[in-house]
């Protein structure tokens, strides 16, 4: 799966949870989504980025990613 696609994905979760009053919400919200809807290869892979340096991640999606089973 090309990164750049999953990068591009990722920050736009965050962003419709971007409204949220705290981060702590938002974060989840974005974890609790990349567990029940991304295939397990593409948190894997979303996860190894954020290893790596997560380039292009948005802090809030940098922080659902590490708390991805």
Known sequence: MNIDVLVRMANQIAAFFASEPEAETAVAGIANHLQRFWDPRMR????AHVQSGGAGLSESVRQAALRLH
């Open 44 to 47: 894997q892979a979303l996860r």
